[in-house]
């Protein structure tokens, strides 16, 4: 019996025909026999590195990756390190509330108006809520516009502000965001420094963390600095605009949102224009950042800033204001609080001195040559009522009504004339007018001419300097240096007879205060502007007593001078400054008219006008019998407007004045006529010429 072979399979085989049979479907009869397979495309030859090119290449890119990990790894510890060392430095947060300010100091007028404010003015603190939205929008829009969805720190604010400053190789754009801003005003310095950024940073984050976004907001709208000396918006709205920040409108907001570019460039009573301008680049800020439209940009309306100041004189009590500034310390001490300085300052009165000013300057003063002025008036016991300290404040803040020392020529004659009415001579008395000669000294009279003998009252009248000399000299150098002195000149005095002609340096305020005791019979007083100062609690802190000193002259030898004084208005050499009631003074011109002078007085007011250059430049022959009389005149006619005429004080109360000595300070009554002549007297006069005596 034959038997079949067993087929032996691996276990796991399959029978290929089965298989084939099991897959392939059933074929018709009639169908065609399949045909050959297509041939697949053959792959593209893939172009590999040879094995060693690629394991290196593995090696050294590998070994970037893993030693750039460990590099900011460790950058980052260091990093760490940093804001850990800085944050030990931090300022004590505790102290938020303890800021230094300069105290505000507030000046204002006789009648209560408020001229001029000093120091750090900080605003009624306004809560956010409260605040006009398009005061807020303005702000965001120029500093923060992420402020509400950042965390105190603006990564993307930060990489916009790195890429622009990379582009323009410069800083021209920050990243802080206002969170930041505040941190640094409550807490840090404005110094620039990575300590300080870092810092910064920090600060911002506890603030976040600590508070609201609208108590930051609030904070910071109440606490940053918006010039012209304020803190905080509604301090800044009550500057510039005269109303309370919650009314403020959409121009004027963003006026305020301007401010925090550039606060002094872009004030707008400094600089009005550029305000203008930089309000528009924030209404366009609004709206590229969706907070207004187009429409409301352009219907904001053109509400201008506040003007800029006119050009010309103290504009409105500027020098007044600084010249009392900075006496508040002397009174009441440098550690003092927010104060009010009621001061003798009359408005009407000052604006009349600073129009006369501008008129006389604009006018004949450029055509002569004068560049600058000086007016001071005071009432007879000192109180200054009007202060001018030059053309313009704007171009220039040196105070000339104080601060000048000018050499006052013939204005000084009044002193060396009480003088000798103090050492016994009269108006009546003669005085030589001739010719004197000492080595290369031979000082002449203006009209280059001499006259001979003269009455004391004409040698005034006429401003005889001939006359003048030869009284100092009889007078004696030491007594009228004395006199001057006690009477309210505390500039040093030259001790020679040059001294007879002015040319001791002396300032427009200290030489009308001198004039003051001309006009109130010989009381010397000390010019003042403070009566009362009071915190703005009502506190008195000072107040102003009493009227100065005693009598320091005879009252007859003031009347004498005082009716010698007139005559110069009279009929002598200031003719151009009679008004319509009694008054008297004195002109005063230097060499090669470099400074004129018209001091003066009435009953009611002592007032003092200077006329000159800076730069020292002479003026086109302008005497003090010219335009300072002129500017002398037009400003006393609009003072005394609805007074009564009254006669002068120093006249009113004196008897006139005896033939004879009236001072036991002074020698035994003269001869007739003064006149200077033998070698004794010209030795003598040498000798005091020289300073020796």
């Known amino acids: 019996m034959t038997r079949k072979r067993a087929t032996l399979r691996r276990p796991g085989s399959r029978d290929k025909t089965s298989e084939a049979t099991l897959r392939a479907p059933p074929r018709s009869p009639s169908a065609p026999l399949p045909g050959p397979r297509p041939r697949l495309p053959p792959k593209p030859a893939q172009h590999r590195l040879p094995g060693p090119a690629w394991r290196d290449l593995r090696r050294v890119l590998g070994g970037a990756v893993k030693w750039s990990a460990v590099g900011a790894i460790w950058a980052g510890i260091a990093a760490l390190c940093l804001v850990a060392w800085y944050a030990t430095d931090l300022p004590d947060i505790r102290r938020v509330a303890q800021y230094i300010r300069r105290p505000a100091i507030t000046i204002v007028a006789i009648d209560g ?253 450029r055509a002569a040559n004068a560049g600058q002025a000086a007016l001071v008036a005071l009432t007879p016991d000192g109180a200054v009522r009007a202060l001018v300290g030059g053309r313009d404040y704007d171009d220039s803040q040196f105070n000339r009504a104080t601060q000048a020392l000018r050499q006052p020529g013939s204005a000084f004659k009044p002193f060396v004339f009480l003088g000798g009415l103090d050492s016994g001579l009269t108006p009546e008395t003669l005085v030589d007018d001739g010719p004197i000669r000492i080595g290369s000294w031979h000082p002449a009279n203006f009209e280059k001419e001499f006259h001979g003998p003269m009455p004391l009252a004409e040698a005034l009248a006429h401003s005889v300097n001939t006359c003048a000399i030869r009284v100092l000299e009889r007078a004696g150098l030491d007594h009228v240096r004395d006199l001057a002195l006690r009477l309210g000149i505390t500039a040093p005095l030259v001790r020679n007879l040059s001294l007879a002609l002015g040319t001791s340096e002396v300032t427009p305020v200290e030489l009308t ?25 009502g506190n008195l802190l000072y107040r102003r007593q009493g009227s100065g000193s005693g009598g320091a002259v005879a009252p007859r030898a003031v009347a004498g001078l005082v009716r010698m004084m007139t005559g110069v208005i009279d009929h002598g050499t200031g003719k151009a400054a009679r008004i319509d009631r009694p008054a008297a003074g004195k002109t005063g011109t230097t060499q090669d008219f470099r400074d004129a002078w018209f001091l003066g007085f009435t009953a009611d007011y002592v007032t003092g006008v200077w006329l000159g250059n800076d730069d020292n430049s002479p003026m086109k022959r302008v005497t003090g019998g010219m335009l300072p009389a002129k500017l002398w005149h037009d400003f006393m006619t609009v003072a005394h407007a609805g007074l009564p005429v009254r006669p002068l004080s120093a006249l009113a109360q004196s008897a006139p004045l005896p033939d004879g000595p009236v001072s036991s300070s002074g020698p035994s009554a003269p001869s007739p006529t003064l006149a200077i002549s033998g070698a004794g007297a010209l030795e003598g006069l040498i000798e005091r010429l020289t300073g020796g005596r």
Request: a positive charge; zero cysteines; glycine letters at 10%.
């Open 113 to 365: 108006t408020s001229v001029q404010r000093f120091g750090d003015l900080q605003g009624a603190v306004i809560d956010a809520a409260r605040l006009p939205r398009h005061l807020i929008d303005a702000v965001l829009a120029t500093e923060d516009r992420r402020f509400f969805s950042h965390f105190g720190i603006d990564p993307i604010g930060l990489a916009r502000a790195m890429v622009t400053n990379l582009r323009a190789r410069r800083m021209v754009q920050g990243g802080s965001t206002i969170t930041q801003q505040l941190a640094k005003n409550l807490f840090l310095t404005p110094e620039r420094t990575l300590k300080r950024k870092i810092q910064e940073a920090l600060l911002a984050l506890w603030l976040e963390r600590a508070y609201s976004k609208d108590q930051i907001l609030t904070a910071y709208l109440n606490r940053v600095y918006l010039g012209a000396g304020t803190y905080g918006v509604e301090a800044a709205a009550q500057t510039y605009f005269g109303k309370s920040a919650t009314q403020l409108s959409l121009r004027e907001a963003a006026t305020i949102a301007g401010l925090l570019k550039a606060p002094s460039r872009y004030s707008p009573t400094n600089n009005p224009d550029e305000a203008a301008q930089r309000a528009q680049v924030v209404l366009a800020a609004m709206v590229d950042a969706g907070f207004i439209s187009e429409a409301e940009r352009r219907g904001s309306g053109q509400t201008p800033p506040l003007p800029k100041r006119k050009p010309g004189a103290g504009g409105n009590g500027r020098y007044f204001a600084d010249w009392v500034a900075d006496q508040v310390g002397d009174f009441i001490g440098y550690d003092h609080p927010d104060v009010i300085v009621r001061t003798t300052l009359d408005l009407r009165l000052q604006r009349a001195a600073e129009a006369a000013i501008i008129g006389m300057l604009a006018g004949p003063g």
């Open 513 to 537: 205060g001198a004039y003051a005791a001309f006009a109130n019979g010989g009381h010397p007083v000390i010019p003042y502007a403070i009566t009362e100062i009071r915190d703005h609690q």
